[in-house]
């Protein structure tokens, strides 16, 4: 079992739509948990940060943590056709220098 | 700088010769990363330095690879021998410090395709 599973999709929504991404892990040493957002031919670009479990929310972003069942989920609102994007969740432990293990990304794609 | 850079953007190289590629981390942070991304895969952690120290290069993926970071800024990665299946992005990350709490903000890549 991978470190980090994520659903590659891609996943296809029309405009409006409320987008689900999940990501589940098995290190339950992870603490730090991100959702990164990478357009085509770009670097990964930082969205959402969530320390330990619980919820966060950024404008029409939101990031869960539950860690007792080792889930991470972003929730997208009144999805737009600019976050069609590859979304890559990464996490990492509390020891410092712990590299971010990375999910290998789901590709969105929001039709007008 | 305003954000990480790297150079170059695009490299395409012939198998057998070596490539460097170089990262100018955001002014100010003292860690640098580097990650390699292949098609459909997720993104692979390399090496990363605190300073110009690596203390983890367990992700090197062969005696090939090696970087270096001095002055504590600038850093580069040599890929010697070059196979087909180098060919990735190489992405270059900063942080403030080597701490998993510290955001880490990434480069455009460099596109290495090797033929």
């Avoid at chain 1, 994520?6 to 959702?35: H, K, R």
Wanted: charged share 20%; with cysteine.
């Amino acid at each position: 079992q991978k470190e980090v599973e994520q659903d590659p999709g891609p996943l296809s929504v029309p405009e409006g739509a409320i987008v689900s991404l999940n990501c589940t892990y098995s290190n339950s040493a992870f603490q730090y948990f991100m959702w990164y957002r990478q357009y085509s031919r770009k670097g990964p670009e930082l969205l959402m940060y969530t320390y330990s479990s619980g919820n966060k929310e950024d404008g029409r972003f939101t990031a869960q943590v539950d860690k007792s069942s080792k889930y991470i989920s972003l929730f997208i609102r009144d999805s737009q056709p600019s976050d069609s994007a590859t979304y890559l969740c990464a996490m990492s432990g509390d020891q410092a220098g712990t590299a971010l293990i990375f999910g290998k990304g789901t590709t969105l794609s929001v039709s007008s | 700088g305003a954000g990480v850079s790297q150079s170059p953007s695009n490299k395409v190289t012939e198998k057998g010769k070596d490539v460097e590629l170089r990262c100018d981390p955001i002014s100010g942070h003292t860690a640098l990363y580097w990650y390699r991304q292949s098609l459909g895969q997720g993104l692979e952690f390399l090496i990363y330095f605190q300073g110009n120290s690596a203390p983890d290069k367990s992700g090197l993926p062969s005696d090939r690879f090696s970087a270096e970071r001095t002055g504590g800024s600038v850093s580069t990665l040599t890929i010697q021998r070059t196979q087909q299946e180098d060919s990735a992005v190489y992405l270059c990350a900063s942080s403030l410090e080597a701490h998993s709490g510290n955001t880490i903000y990434f480069g455009e890549g460099s596109w290495l395709t090797v033929v």
